[in-house]
């Protein structure tokens, strides 16, 4: 699943999937990334990845079905 582009992109995964990996493409070369991490939905299992970063990027998520 692939985020909108901005400075704090989420990518979501479909619903009943949980997120097993994630990453992002940055758009601004020599741009810092702040934080790729998974998001959490309460106590379950990962449910996307976010990415924050001072400039535009693009967060991926790895999902998978349990």
């Known amino acids: ?8 992109s989420i990518a979501g995964c479909n619903p009943g999937d949980v ?11 020599g741009q810092n990334i702040d934080a790729s991490q ?8 990962a449910t996307g990845w976010q990415v924050s970063s001072g400039a535009p990027a693009t ?7 349990p």
């Open 1 to 8: 699943m692939t985020g909108a582009q901005a400075p704090v």
């Open 19 to 29: 997120a097993v990996g994630g990453g992002f493409q940055n758009t601004a070369p």
């Open 38 to 45: 998974p998001v959490f939905t309460g106590t379950g299992p």
């Open 59 to 65: 967060a991926f998520a790895i999902c998978a079905t």
